[in-house]
């Protein structure tokens, strides 16, 4: 059983204006699509292993020194993608009342966790993704990684993450990253955030 690339959850063009549509095309259909077949051509090389993704990431070591990078590269990938996707919505959501308190008491304020993550995904120096996670202490955290490494492989759960590799936002926004960062945050689906973090605990 192959992976495969999961359909949007909502029309390409149901992000507009923050995310177009075009952007969404070519994001889901070509880049995505390529992390999968790649993923799967590596994966075909050692059956052994299996096809759980996020067991595998979360224990690098594990992963046949051959497959390993192409793996991380595209198996990470994968999951960050087919994450990113659920993580945006066209409807108006917030955080539920016991996350925003974990928000509140981790970072201060909404709007100071706002800025830690705006810093992390602005900062992040060429192609990565910036992340809330819940972390080995069950605490909530602001963090980055680079090209399509995934927060699992350092034992921690990824609640909300933004790509910011060029052809996430190049499109619409070309290369003025800071105002997609900010765009983002009229999309976030904090119904699945809440759900994640629910999980994580």
Do not use: C
């Amino acid at each position: 059983m192959a992976i495969i690339l999961p359909d949007l959850p909502y029309a390409y063009d149901a992000l507009e204006p923050y995310i177009d549509a075009e952007t969404m095309h070519l994001h889901h259909d070509k880049h995505h699509q390529t992390y999968v077949n790649n993923a799967n051509a590596a994966l075909e090389k050692h059956p052994e292993i299996g096809e759980d993704l996020e067991a595998l990431l979360a224990d690098v070591e594990s992963i046949p020194a051959d497959i390993r990078q192409a793996l991380i590269n595209n198996g990470g990938g994968h999951l960050n993608h087919a994450l990113f996707w659920e993580l945006m919505t066209p409807e108006k959501t917030a955080p539920s009342a016991e996350l925003a308190v974990a928000i509140d008491a981790t970072f201060g304020s909404f709007e100071e966790f706002q800025a830690a993550f705006t810093a992390a995904a602005t900062t992040r120096f060429g192609s990565g993704w910036a992340w809330l996670v819940v972390n080995k202490e069950g605490k909530l955290e602001v963090t980055s990684t680079a090209n399509q490494d995934t927060p699992i492989s350092e034992g921690k759960k990824p609640i909300l993450g933004l790509d910011v590799w060029e052809h996430a936002y190049y499109v619409k926004y070309r290369n003025v990253r800071p105002d997609y960062i900010k765009a983002f945050f009229s999309v976030i689906n904090w119904n699945k955030v809440d759900e994640l973090y629910a999980a994580a605990k």
